[in-house]
Every structure is written in structure tokens, then in C-alpha cells.
């Protein structure tokens, strides 16, 4: 096995100062240096055609996961190799991945997932919103697997909708006489069995507590690919893999306006590479979490070198996203060479946490994004993400080494939105430099609560040059 490469930056500035462009070259080279690391998947040149084990194409009233399922196990057992899913349209209920299979879902093939939730149970162990419990299997699920890969120009649908999924988040999505996450107390009682420390084995949510599984959740797995697919209508959240490490996902189309639709969420993983990539969700686009509050903590594993590039993000809540569940901390993020666009697009570099979270995230590098058009910030930090949380509030959060570099936006509310703490100055070190922020509806930047080593060069907001500390000049 090669030696994965730890990357430790050290990257220092004075206090106030800019970054130098070459302490941002430097900070690339390391990216590459993350990607090289990167283990890859390989597999023998063996193939297992799922309609050689019984699937059957085109037909609404046959569940084919029985036979896919049996393919994905018969590849594993002769040593690993391709799950091919050839043209047409295949039904099916939840896919579980084992090591060194590739399920490879053909042009032309669609593997649909039924919205029935009783093939979702019994439960596994799996999180839901950064915390540990037993909830619906996932519609893709692979537990302490290694080298496993989804793979194809294929589609996978969920067929989340209004009547399907979606109404179990409540509220404005709900459907009178069905169940949902508000009304019966599911998303409450399970943080609340967190906060209180029951043990995990005993948060065990059932259907009727309505927790939508995500699509895709690969958990302490190593050496994953997901690459070519066009992922729509999830239940939930996308593509979730939580202490995975060596993770590719690559050239993947997510098409997902559900509530909850985050498109990629890592949660405590490592030497992770995403590219090429669409989102276009009904939240945040990528999301990097560690874990919920004390889950969070007790793990203690944080999300660590993640590079981001070359990607296309439209609706959304956020571009690229650190949090809100992020009590294991983060450090080290790459992005560059991105689009971001679409007027239901929030945010595009969007960082959220608060004193019930706590958490470190340092060491942010972002260059050459083309913004053009979000509805809040190109910028925004929060530090006080959901006041109203019933939680311990004693876990200080820290944001630091936070650098932008050649970010061009051409329509927002603000250009920089910071929300820090009024009790300490626990965002530090954020440097702007040669950006340009265009129809600036405020024509500011904005800074609440109490920050620290803020520095802007050669900004400029609808045309007019901004202060060093971010402040508009006369």
C-alpha cells in the first residue's frame, strides 16, 4: 500500500497581513500533493451481468435488488471485479456494496429505487445529520468495505417528489394523515438521546419517525470511486461517505431540489478529490461535516484535505460548505477553477457553526472562482448558526486561515458576510486579495460580532476600491 501523504500547512501571517501569492502557489502545490496520495481503485477484469442473475429489465412490478445484490456478492467472492447494469430501466430496492466491486451502470441503464420504505428495514448503523443511530438503510450502503467503486454513464433515481420522501421532512412539505420528522418527534428524540448520551445501540429510529435515509452512504470504507453517474431525486442527502478515506468523485451530475438534497456531503473523511462535477440541489452543494455536538466530539476524527476543482454549481444553498455539523473539526481545503451561478444559489463559500458545534477549521484556500450570481454572499462565515438549538453551549467554535484569491462575482446581496461571537474574536486571519465583487445590492461588506485579522488587498466592491479592514472607501 503506498504511504498517504499527511499535510501539515504552515502557512503563517503577521497580524493584518495579505497572503502572498506565492504562500497561495505554495498551498496548490500541496493540493496536488493530496491528490497523487490519493490510493486508487483497480479491479480484475471480470464481469457479472445482473441479468445473468435474474434482473429483469423494464418491468414495474419486479424488484431487481435480490438479483443485484447476489451479482455484487458473487463478484466479491471470485475475487472482485464489474457489476454490470446494461441498457433499460431496472427496479430496485437498496444495494449493498462489497470490497472490490465496481458497479458499473451502463449508458443508457437507469437503476430506480423504490419509494416503498419498508425495503429500507430493518435499520443500520449509520448517522443522520452527524449523529450515530440505526435508521433506514440507505439506497446505496457499504459498511468497512475497500476498493469499491460506482461507475458509468448511467442514471441513478431515487424518485424523491412531494408525495415520495419529501413530505417526511414536515412543515411546509408535509401531507396531512402521513407521518413526518416534526410531528412525530423522530429528528427531536434522536438529538435529544445524543445530548443526553444514551448509548448508540439504543437510538434506534423507526419507520414511522419518518428520517429519510440518504442515496448514497459508504462508511469507514477506503479507495472509492464515484465517477460518470447522473444522481437524481435523493430521499435525502446525496452522496454521504463518513470516515472513508482516499475518496474520488468524479464528473457526477446531481440533480436533486429535495429538502435536505445536499449533493456531497464528506463527513470525517480523508484525502478526498472532488472534479468535474454539477450540482444543482435543493441544498448545499458540497458539504463538509465531523459530526453533531457530542458525537462529534467523541469520535473526535476531523475532515481533512479535500480538494475541489474544476466544478459547476447552480441552485443551492451554499457553493462549497464547512458545517453546520463539524464538532470533529476541519482543516485543509482546496478549491479553484469553479463556477458558481444560479440566482437560487445562496452562497458560494459558505462556513457554519456555533458554540454548540465547536470545532476548529482552518486552512482554506480559495482561487479563480467565476461567481455569477448568489442571492446572499460570495463569502460568508457564522458563527452563530441556529441560536435557538437546545444544546451544551460551552464548545467555542474557531475560524481560521481563510484566503480567497481571484474571485469575481457579478450579482450578490454582500460581498463578505462574518457573524462572529460577541464574547471573542474566534475568527481570525481571513485574507481577500484581487477580488471584485460587482452589483453588490448593500455595496458592502458586513461584520458582525467580534473578528480578528481580517485583510483585503486589491478589492474592489461595484467598482470601488475597499479598505484594507473591508470597509468601503469614500
Not at 457479472?48 to 467472492?77: K, P, S
Not at 424523491?160 to 420528522?181: E, L, T, V
Not at 463518513?242 to 474520488?248: A, K, L, Q, R, T
Not at 470525517?268 to 458540497?286: A, H, P, W, Y
Request: glycine share 10%.
Amino acid at each position: 500500500m503506498r504511504k498517504v501523504v499527511v499535510v501539515v500547512l504552515m502557512i503563517a501571517l503577521a497580524a493584518g497581513g495579505a497572503l502572498q501569492a506565492s504562500q497561495m502557489k505554495k498551498a496548490f502545490k500541496q493540493a496536488d500533493r493530496i491528490v497523487r496520495s490519493i490510493e486508487r481503485t483497480k479491479f480484475p477484469k471480470r464481469t457479472f451481468v445482473i441479468t445473468d442473475f435474474g434482473a429483469v429489465a423494464n418491468d414495474e412490478q419486479v424488484l431487481n435488488h435480490e438479483a443485484i445484490n447476489n451479482a455484487i456478492i458473487a463478484c466479491n467472492q471470485a475475487g472482485g471485479g464489474t457489476v454490470v447494469v446494461p441498457a433499460g430501466t431496472f427496479h430496485t430496492g437498496p444495494l449493498r456494496m462489497k470490497s472490490n466491486v465496481n458497479l458499473h451502470v451502463s449508458e443508457g441503464a437507469t437503476l430506480q429505487f423504490t419509494t416503498d420504505e419498508s425495503y429500507y428495514y430493518p435499520a443500520v448503523l449509520t448517522r443522520w445529520e452527524g449523529i450515530d443511530c440505526y435508521n433506514a438503510h440507505p439506497l446505496i450502503y457499504a459498511y468497512g468495505e475497500t476498493n469499491i467503486a460506482l461507475t458509468g454513464k448511467g442514471v441513478l433515481d431515487g424518485q424523491g417528489a412531494a408525495d415520495k420522501w419529501w413530505y417526511m421532512k414536515g412543515g411546509g412539505y408535509s401531507i396531512p394523515g402521513m407521518p413526518d420528522q416534526i410531528t412525530s418527534g423522530g429528528r427531536d428524540r434522536l438529538f435529544a438521546a445524543a445530548e443526553n448520551g444514551e448509548p448508540v445501540d439504543r437510538r434506534v429510529m423507526r419507520p414511522e419517525e419518518a428520517l429519510r435515509p440518504p442515496f448514497v452512504n459508504f462508511i469507514h470504507c477506503n479507495r472509492v470511486l464515484i465517477e460518470d453517474l447522473t444522481i437524481r431525486n435523493s430521499p435525502f442527502w446525496v452522496l454521504h461517505p463518513m470516515f472513508c478515506s482516499n475518496v474520488i468523485v468524479r464528473g457526477v451530475d446531481i440533480q436533486s431540489h429535495g429538502p435536505n438534497s445536499d449533493g456531497l456531503d464528506p463527513e470525517s473523511c480523508r484525502n478526498v478529490l472532488i472534479e468535474n462535477c454539477v450540482f444543482n440541489t435543493g441544498d448545499d452543494c458540497i458539504a463538509i461535516k465531523s459530526g453533531r455536538n457530542n458525537d462529534g466530539r467523541r469520535w473526535n476524527v476531523p475532515s481533512e484535505n479535500i480538494v475541489v476543482r474544476n466544478c459547476k454549481m447552480n441552485d443551492g444553498h451554499g457553493g462549497v460548505v464547512i458545517g453546520s455539523e463539524i464538532s470533529g473539526g476541519f482543516k485543509n481545503l482546496f478549491v479553484e477553477n469553479c463556477i458558481m451561478d444560479s440566482p437560487n444559489l445562496d452562497r458560494a463559500i459558505r462556513i457554519k457553526t456555533s458554540n454548540c458545534r465547536g470545532g476548529t477549521i482552518e486552512n482554506i484556500f480559495v482561487r479563480n472562482i467565476q461567481v455569477g450570481e448568489v442571492k446572499e454572499a460570495v463569502l460568508r462565515i457564522n458563527l452563530v448558526y441556529e441560536p435557538r438549538e437546545v444544546c451544551d453551549r460551552s464548545f467555542d467554535p474557531v475560524v481560521r486561515n481563510v484566503h480567497m484569491e481571484n474571485v469575481q462575482s457579478g450579482k450578490s446581496r454582500y460581498g463578505v458576510l462574518l457573524n462572529g461571537l460577541e464574547t471573542s474574536a474566534n475568527i481570525q486571519n481571513i485574507t481577500l486579495t484581487n477580488c471584485s465583487f460587482e452589483n453588490v445590492l448593500s455595496g458592502a461588506n458586513r461584520f458582525t460580532g467580534k473578528t480578528g485579522g481580517v485583510h483585503f488587498e486589491n478589492v474592489r466592491i461595484n467598482s470601488k476600491e475597499v479598505h484594507t479592514d473591508g470597509q468601503m472607501k469614500p
